[in-house]
């Protein structure tokens, strides 16, 4: 067990529809990261919060948005779903700032558009 | 961009047998390196972390190498188990900004009894 816990587990949508995943970081941690698994691949950054505030920001387009709340909990909102947005979406938890950044993930939330 | 390659992508060993999958970066600016494990539709566990000044790490039957210059990692797994069957990450922390992990497509290793 990571402490990180990542809501739904599945969620099906249909293109064009929003979505909004949520991610509860590990307790003592500051940084939420987010990132999409394609069938077959390795995890592909998404972006990351820190303090509340974007922390830097993978290849995705805008549509792809996030916040962290002040009890460092956080939401990752697609908007315009397409169906290449199908994919595992996971969540990570660190500490920034300390030496040893470890990384802690959550189970993931499984996203079919159809 | 850093890029990080797994080699190989995919490995069949008997039970009790010695393993190695190897990663492979090209950037050698990196706070750390993180080895996961993935069992199908998961999320990853972490197994390992390397810091960039360290050059390796052991937890159990587990043992991975850090070599930052020529930008290489091994994982290592002693007296392999069925157990052990699962997909296997290397990730490196870059150090451009934002500490993002940059993933290989990891290594499928599948161990039969």
């Known amino acids: 067990e990571t402490g990180v816990t990542q809501s739904p587990t599945h969620l099906i949508k249909t293109r064009g529809q929003q979505v909004t995943l949520r991610c509860s970081s590990q307790?003592?941690?500051?940084?939420v990261s987010w990132y999409q698994q394609a069938l077959g691949q390795g995890p592909q950054f998404i972006f990351q919060?820190?303090?509340?505030?974007?922390?830097g920001r993978g290849n995705f387009p805008p549509r792809f948005s996030g916040l962290q709340f002040p009890n460092y909990s956080s939401e990752l909102n697609v908007n315009a779903l397409e169906l290449d947005d199908s994919a595992l979406y996971l969540c990570a938890s660190s500490l920034i700032g300390h030496l040893n950044t470890e990384a802690f993930f959550g189970q993931g939330t499984r996203l079919t558009v159809v | 961009k850093q890029e990080v390659t797994q080699i190989p992508a995919a490995l069949s060993v008997p039970e009790g047998e010695n393993l190695v999958l190897n990663c492979s970066f090209t950037d050698s600016a990196i706070y750390n390196l993180q080895w996961f494990r993935q069992d199908p539709g998961k999320g990853l566990t972490s197994l390992l972390l390397i810091q960039s000044s360290q050059r390796e790490q052991t937890s159990g039957r587990l043992n991975a190498s850090l070599d930052k210059s020529s930008g290489r990692s091994t994982l290592y797994i002693a007296a392999s188990q069925p157990g052990d069957s699962a997909t296997y990450l290397c990730a490196v922390t870059d150090q451009g900004g934002s500490e993002k992990l940059v993933f290989g497509k990891g290594t499928k290793l599948t161990v039969n009894p």
């Open positions: 919060y820190y303090r509340e505030e974007e922390n």
């Open positions: 307790s003592g941690h500051n940084t």
